[in-house]
């Protein structure tokens, strides 16, 4: 059973702080890694993709991988009321083994003003 | 990203029936998914919508209870077919493989209701 998993919260974080949403997953082959936002009654959204070890940084929002210990976090600068939202972490499983998107089951993150 | 259109966006149907949903890219992708998301779960991939060819169906789903259509690199249905409360869901159509890229990318949704 392949499996993404995460914390599922509610991670409560004031505003102006850093939230940090944490992932891990079992099947060492793979090799993309995403993460998604998702308001509430909508459809997901992405935010970052990452593929080698490291940080990967995107405005306010920074990735990082550790194939290693086999995590991936998402790191979230100067957090916003507009930030609260569930975000799932989804990783791809090697092609040769179907290549799905594997998804946890979301942390929810409230930003308080 | 594309742009993903769903209709419809929500329905409420009656046990025993049947209902068919379309995802609509505005761009020739190499991949269609169609996924649930049950509420306050995550996501879980019904199948792949393979073009030209039947779909690829994940363990737990079938063709008979979900079947799938992809005539074209733009276009797909699902049918949620014989219809009971459990199947209250939401429908997601997702794409990838444009551009080369593996990124994947939601349409918005079909919540769908059966009483």
């Known amino acids: 059973q392949k499996e993404v998993e995460q914390n599922s919260g509610p991670l409560s974080v004031p505003e102006g702080a850093i939230a940090s949403l944490n992932c891990t997953y079992s099947d060492r082959g793979s090799q993309s890694f995403f993460w998604y936002r998702q308001y509430s009654g909508k459809s997901p959204e992405l935010i970052m993709s990452i593929y080698s070890n490291g940080d990967k940084e995107d405005g306010r929002f920074t990735a990082q991988l550790n194939k290693a210990s086999q995590y991936v976090s998402l790191l979230i600068r100067d957090s916003q009321p507009s930030d609260s939202a569930t975000y799932l972490c989804?990783?791809?499983?090697?092609?040769?083994?179907?290549?799905?998107?594997?998804f946890g089951q979301g942390t929810e993150l409230s930003v308080k003003p | 990203s594309a742009v993903i259109s769903q209709k419809p966006s929500r329905d409420i149907c009656q046990r025993g029936t049947s209902l068919t949903i379309q995802c609509q890219v505005d761009?020739?992708?190499?991949?269609m998914f169609w996924y649930r998301q049950q509420p306050g779960q995550s996501l879980t991939l019904i199948a792949t919508?393979?073009?030209?060819?039947?779909?690829?169906?994940e363990s737990g789903f079938v063709i008979d209870k979900f079947p799938i259509s992809r005539p074209n690199l733009t276009f797909s249905t699902l049918t949620v077919s014989n219809m009971s409360p459990e199947d209250s869901s939401i429908y997601l159509c997702?794409?990838?493989?444009?551009?080369?890229?593996?990124?994947?990318?939601f349409g918005p949704g079909t919540r769908l209701t059966v009483l």
């Open positions: 989804a990783v791809r499983l090697p092609y040769n083994q179907g290549g799905k998107l594997i």
């Open positions: 997702s794409v990838g493989g444009r551009q080369g890229t593996d990124t994947q990318y």
């Open positions: 761009s020739q992708v190499t991949m």
């Open positions: 919508a393979n073009q030209g060819s039947e779909a690829t169906y």
